[in-house]
Protein backbone atom coordinates (compact mmCIF):
# COMPACT_ATOMS: atom_id res chain seq x y z
CA UNK A 1 0.00 0.00 0.00
CA UNK A 2 1.31 3.44 -0.85
CA UNK A 3 2.52 5.36 2.05
CA UNK A 4 0.53 8.04 4.11
CA UNK A 5 2.46 11.28 2.12
CA UNK A 6 1.67 9.97 -1.13
CA UNK A 7 -1.89 9.46 -0.76
CA UNK A 8 -1.82 12.98 1.16
CA UNK A 9 0.24 14.73 -1.72
CA UNK A 10 -0.79 12.54 -4.89
CA UNK A 11 -4.13 9.74 -4.47
CA UNK A 12 -5.85 12.75 -2.02
CA UNK A 13 -5.52 15.62 -4.54
CA UNK A 14 -5.74 13.25 -7.99
CA UNK A 15 -9.19 12.24 -6.40
CA UNK A 16 -10.41 15.83 -5.62
CA UNK A 17 -9.21 17.03 -8.79
CA UNK A 18 -10.82 14.23 -11.10
CA UNK A 19 -14.45 14.33 -9.19
CA UNK A 20 -15.04 18.09 -9.28
CA UNK A 21 -13.99 18.63 -13.09
CA UNK A 22 -16.51 15.94 -13.36
CA UNK A 23 -19.15 18.39 -11.50
CA UNK A 24 -17.51 21.51 -13.95
CA UNK A 25 -19.13 19.86 -17.28
CA UNK A 26 -21.64 22.41 -16.96
CA UNK A 27 -19.23 24.64 -16.69
CA UNK A 28 -17.30 23.60 -19.85
CA UNK A 29 -20.17 22.94 -21.96
CA UNK A 30 -21.64 26.51 -21.56
CA UNK A 31 -17.96 27.63 -21.98
CA UNK A 32 -17.28 25.91 -25.45
CA UNK A 33 -20.91 27.45 -26.52
CA UNK A 34 -19.29 30.71 -26.25
CA UNK A 35 -20.90 31.50 -23.55
CA UNK A 36 -18.60 32.91 -20.20
CA UNK A 37 -20.35 31.40 -17.25
CA UNK A 38 -19.63 32.73 -13.58
CA UNK A 39 -18.23 30.95 -10.82
CA UNK A 40 -16.17 28.48 -12.54
CA UNK A 41 -14.39 27.98 -9.06
CA UNK A 42 -18.01 26.19 -7.53
CA UNK A 43 -17.72 22.96 -8.64
CA UNK A 44 -14.08 22.83 -7.13
CA UNK A 45 -14.96 24.57 -4.04
CA UNK A 46 -18.01 21.96 -3.86
CA UNK A 47 -15.40 19.21 -4.81
CA UNK A 48 -13.34 19.97 -1.79
CA UNK A 49 -16.21 20.23 0.91
CA UNK A 50 -17.73 17.08 -0.63
CA UNK A 51 -13.90 15.46 -0.21
CA UNK A 52 -13.56 16.83 3.41
CA UNK A 53 -17.27 15.21 4.53
CA UNK A 54 -15.51 12.00 3.03
CA UNK A 55 -13.32 11.61 6.59
CA UNK A 56 -16.42 12.63 8.75
CA UNK A 57 -18.07 9.88 9.04
CA UNK A 58 -21.58 9.82 10.78
CA UNK A 59 -23.28 7.37 13.23
CA UNK A 60 -27.17 6.41 11.93
CA UNK A 61 -28.90 3.66 13.15
CA UNK A 62 -31.71 2.84 10.64
CA UNK A 63 -35.07 0.78 12.17
CA UNK A 64 -36.82 -0.76 9.31
CA UNK A 65 -39.65 -2.95 9.12
CA UNK A 66 -39.84 -5.73 7.03
CA UNK A 67 -43.08 -7.13 5.75
CA UNK A 68 -43.85 -11.25 6.13
CA UNK A 69 -42.05 -13.46 3.10
CA UNK A 70 -43.89 -12.75 -0.19
CA UNK A 71 -45.43 -9.37 0.95
CA UNK A 72 -43.54 -6.30 -0.47
CA UNK A 73 -43.48 -3.97 2.12
CA UNK A 74 -40.55 -2.11 3.60
CA UNK A 75 -40.29 0.98 5.33
CA UNK A 76 -38.42 3.10 7.72
CA UNK A 77 -39.76 2.56 11.41
CA UNK A 78 -38.75 4.51 14.44
CA UNK A 79 -37.62 2.00 17.79
CA UNK A 80 -40.77 0.67 19.00
CA UNK A 81 -41.97 1.34 22.75
CA UNK A 82 -43.57 -2.28 22.73
CA UNK A 83 -42.08 -5.58 22.02
CA UNK A 84 -40.76 -6.74 18.49
CA UNK A 85 -40.93 -10.23 18.02
CA UNK A 86 -38.23 -10.16 15.77
CA UNK A 87 -35.36 -7.75 16.35
CA UNK A 88 -32.83 -8.05 14.54
CA UNK A 89 -29.44 -5.95 14.38
CA UNK A 90 -27.52 -6.00 11.45
CA UNK A 91 -24.05 -4.18 10.28
CA UNK A 92 -23.51 -3.68 6.75
CA UNK A 93 -19.77 -2.91 5.67
CA UNK A 94 -19.52 -2.24 1.70
CA UNK A 95 -16.64 -1.20 -0.68
CA UNK A 96 -14.60 -0.71 1.47
CA UNK A 97 -11.97 -0.45 -1.35
CA UNK A 98 -8.36 -1.10 0.70
CA UNK A 99 -6.56 1.12 -1.04
CA UNK A 100 -6.01 5.25 -0.81
CA UNK A 101 -9.12 6.70 0.87
CA UNK A 102 -9.20 3.12 3.47
CA UNK A 103 -6.12 1.94 5.45
CA UNK A 104 -5.56 -1.01 7.28
CA UNK A 105 -6.31 0.73 10.27
CA UNK A 106 -9.21 2.88 9.56
CA UNK A 107 -10.83 -0.81 8.02
CA UNK A 108 -9.88 -1.92 11.38
CA UNK A 109 -11.62 0.29 13.31
CA UNK A 110 -14.57 0.07 11.22
CA UNK A 111 -14.89 -3.72 11.96
CA UNK A 112 -13.73 -2.83 15.35
CA UNK A 113 -17.17 -0.49 15.95
CA UNK A 114 -18.71 -3.45 13.69
CA UNK A 115 -18.15 -5.87 16.80
CA UNK A 116 -18.92 -3.24 19.55
CA UNK A 117 -22.26 -2.95 17.96
CA UNK A 118 -22.88 -6.30 19.01
CA UNK A 119 -24.83 -7.36 15.66
CA UNK A 120 -26.67 -10.47 14.70
CA UNK A 121 -24.77 -10.63 11.94
CA UNK A 122 -22.26 -8.28 10.21
CA UNK A 123 -22.49 -8.44 6.13
CA UNK A 124 -19.56 -7.43 3.80
CA UNK A 125 -21.13 -6.60 0.45
CA UNK A 126 -18.24 -6.73 -1.69
CA UNK A 127 -15.09 -4.55 -3.06
CA UNK A 128 -12.94 -5.56 -0.63
CA UNK A 129 -9.71 -4.81 -2.46
CA UNK A 130 -8.13 -2.05 -4.77
CA UNK A 131 -5.16 -2.40 -6.95
CA UNK A 132 -3.08 -1.07 -4.35
CA UNK A 133 -3.93 -3.63 -2.19
CA UNK A 134 -3.46 -6.60 -4.73
CA UNK A 135 0.37 -6.86 -3.64
CA UNK A 136 -0.21 -8.17 -0.01
CA UNK A 137 -2.30 -11.12 0.55
CA UNK A 138 -2.44 -10.68 3.80
CA UNK A 139 -3.78 -7.19 4.24
CA UNK A 140 -7.44 -7.46 3.87
CA UNK A 141 -7.02 -10.37 6.84
CA UNK A 142 -5.59 -7.83 8.88
CA UNK A 143 -7.69 -5.52 8.40
CA UNK A 144 -11.01 -7.59 9.00
CA UNK A 145 -9.27 -9.45 11.83
CA UNK A 146 -11.59 -7.88 14.82
CA UNK A 147 -14.38 -9.90 13.00
CA UNK A 148 -13.09 -12.74 14.30
CA UNK A 149 -14.64 -12.15 17.63
CA UNK A 150 -18.13 -12.77 15.36
CA UNK A 151 -16.77 -15.69 13.84
CA UNK A 152 -19.81 -17.58 12.31
CA UNK A 153 -22.04 -14.26 12.32
CA UNK A 154 -19.81 -13.00 9.15
CA UNK A 155 -20.92 -13.40 5.76
CA UNK A 156 -19.89 -11.57 2.46
CA UNK A 157 -20.82 -11.66 -1.25
CA UNK A 158 -19.04 -11.07 -4.22
CA UNK A 159 -17.99 -7.72 -5.31
CA UNK A 160 -16.53 -6.82 -9.01
CA UNK A 161 -13.27 -5.72 -7.97
CA UNK A 162 -13.17 -8.79 -5.75
CA UNK A 163 -12.51 -10.55 -9.40
CA UNK A 164 -9.23 -8.87 -10.16
CA UNK A 165 -7.80 -10.67 -7.31
CA UNK A 166 -9.64 -13.69 -5.94
CA UNK A 167 -7.58 -15.21 -4.19
CA UNK A 168 -6.09 -12.29 -2.01
CA UNK A 169 -10.16 -11.89 -1.10
CA UNK A 170 -10.82 -15.24 -0.23
CA UNK A 171 -7.71 -15.66 1.68
CA UNK A 172 -8.62 -12.79 3.32
CA UNK A 173 -11.84 -12.71 4.35
CA UNK A 174 -11.20 -16.22 5.00
CA UNK A 175 -8.42 -15.35 7.85
CA UNK A 176 -10.98 -13.41 10.09
CA UNK A 177 -13.69 -15.79 10.08
CA UNK A 178 -15.95 -14.58 7.44
CA UNK A 179 -17.95 -16.70 5.50
CA UNK A 180 -18.10 -16.11 1.30
CA UNK A 181 -21.28 -16.95 -0.41
CA UNK A 182 -21.16 -17.33 -3.82
CA UNK A 183 -24.39 -18.13 -5.27
CA UNK A 184 -25.11 -19.91 -1.82
CA UNK A 185 -27.09 -19.87 1.42
CA UNK A 186 -26.27 -20.15 5.14
CA UNK A 187 -28.57 -20.16 7.79
CA UNK A 188 -27.39 -18.64 11.42
CA UNK A 189 -29.11 -18.42 14.63
CA UNK A 190 -30.03 -15.30 15.89
CA UNK A 191 -31.94 -13.48 18.78
CA UNK A 192 -34.72 -13.32 16.01
CA UNK A 193 -34.65 -16.51 15.39
CA UNK A 194 -33.16 -18.38 12.14
CA UNK A 195 -32.07 -16.22 9.62
CA UNK A 196 -30.83 -17.48 5.92
CA UNK A 197 -28.26 -15.55 4.07
CA UNK A 198 -28.18 -15.78 0.76
CA UNK A 199 -24.84 -14.48 -1.23
CA UNK A 200 -24.91 -13.69 -5.17
CA UNK A 201 -22.42 -14.16 -7.45
CA UNK A 202 -21.46 -10.82 -9.70
CA UNK A 203 -21.97 -10.96 -13.51
CA UNK A 204 -21.50 -8.39 -16.16
CA UNK A 205 -24.02 -10.36 -18.33
CA UNK A 206 -27.08 -12.33 -18.33
CA UNK A 207 -28.11 -11.24 -14.66
CA UNK A 208 -31.47 -11.95 -14.87
CA UNK A 209 -30.97 -15.53 -16.34
CA UNK A 210 -28.24 -16.10 -12.97
CA UNK A 211 -30.22 -14.68 -10.45
CA UNK A 212 -33.58 -16.65 -11.26
CA UNK A 213 -31.59 -20.00 -11.21
CA UNK A 214 -30.36 -18.83 -8.06
CA UNK A 215 -33.06 -18.24 -6.72
CA UNK A 216 -34.46 -21.02 -7.77
CA UNK A 217 -32.43 -23.51 -6.58
CA UNK A 218 -32.62 -22.13 -3.39
CA UNK A 219 -36.76 -21.78 -2.39
CA UNK A 220 -38.26 -20.36 0.83
CA UNK A 221 -38.09 -22.60 3.37
CA UNK A 222 -41.19 -21.80 5.39
CA UNK A 223 -41.29 -18.30 7.40
CA UNK A 224 -37.42 -18.31 8.05
CA UNK A 225 -36.14 -14.66 7.48
CA UNK A 226 -33.52 -13.99 4.31
CA UNK A 227 -31.40 -11.31 3.65
CA UNK A 228 -29.96 -11.08 0.24
CA UNK A 229 -26.34 -10.01 -0.43
CA UNK A 230 -26.03 -8.58 -3.91
CA UNK A 231 -23.40 -6.05 -5.01
CA UNK A 232 -24.79 -4.17 -7.70
CA UNK A 233 -28.39 -3.05 -7.01
CA UNK A 234 -28.96 -1.99 -10.48
CA UNK A 235 -29.43 -5.96 -10.40
CA UNK A 236 -32.03 -6.07 -8.19
CA UNK A 237 -35.16 -5.60 -10.62
CA UNK A 238 -34.25 -9.17 -11.65
CA UNK A 239 -34.77 -10.92 -8.49
CA UNK A 240 -37.92 -13.00 -8.82
CA UNK A 241 -40.52 -11.80 -6.20
CA UNK A 242 -39.98 -13.09 -2.44
CA UNK A 243 -36.23 -14.24 -2.77
CA UNK A 244 -35.45 -12.32 -0.03
CA UNK A 245 -37.20 -9.96 2.63
CA UNK A 246 -34.05 -7.86 2.59
CA UNK A 247 -31.36 -6.95 0.04
CA UNK A 248 -28.19 -5.39 0.64
CA UNK A 249 -25.93 -4.11 -1.77
CA UNK A 250 -23.49 -1.11 -2.64
CA UNK A 251 -21.55 -0.64 -5.71
CA UNK A 252 -22.98 2.80 -6.17
CA UNK A 253 -21.11 4.32 -3.58
CA UNK A 254 -23.29 6.82 -2.64
CA UNK A 255 -23.96 7.77 -6.10
CA UNK A 256 -20.25 7.95 -6.55
CA UNK A 257 -20.59 11.87 -7.31
CA UNK A 258 -23.32 13.85 -6.08
CA UNK A 259 -24.49 16.26 -2.97
CA UNK A 260 -26.14 14.17 -0.92
CA UNK A 261 -24.57 15.80 2.28
CA UNK A 262 -26.42 19.08 0.77
CA UNK A 263 -29.90 17.68 1.42
CA UNK A 264 -29.97 17.72 -2.66
CA UNK A 265 -31.42 13.92 -3.32
CA UNK A 266 -29.65 13.66 -7.09
CA UNK A 267 -25.95 11.76 -8.02
CA UNK A 268 -24.79 11.17 -10.75
CA UNK A 269 -25.57 7.82 -10.75
CA UNK A 270 -29.59 8.70 -10.03
CA UNK A 271 -29.41 11.47 -13.04
CA UNK A 272 -28.12 9.39 -15.56
CA UNK A 273 -29.77 5.90 -14.91
CA UNK A 274 -32.43 3.90 -13.06
CA UNK A 275 -29.79 2.06 -10.98
CA UNK A 276 -30.57 2.34 -7.01
CA UNK A 277 -27.82 4.73 -5.84
CA UNK A 278 -28.16 5.39 -2.24
CA UNK A 279 -30.31 4.95 1.11
CA UNK A 280 -32.86 2.44 1.43
Known sequence: ?????????????????????LLA???DIAAAAGFRPLG???????????????????????????????????????????????????????????????????LRRVCERAVAAKPDPVLLTGDSLTMESHADHTLLGRSLAPL???????????????????????????????????????RVETRAGPVEILGFDFRFRDRKTHLEEVSTRYPRQGDVMRIGLLHDPGAFR????????????GHTHGGQLGLLWMGLPYTIVSALSRVPDHGL
Open 238 to 249: HLPDGTADLVLS
Open 148 to 186: RDLEGRCFACVGNHDLEAPAHGRAGLASAGVALLVDTVS
Open 40 to 106: VFVPYALGMLGFIDTFLPRRNTVHVVVGAPGRAELSRSAPSRGHDPRPLRIVQITDPHLGPFMSVGR
Open 1 to 21: MRPLAYRVLVSWPAAWFLGST
Open 25 to 27: FPW
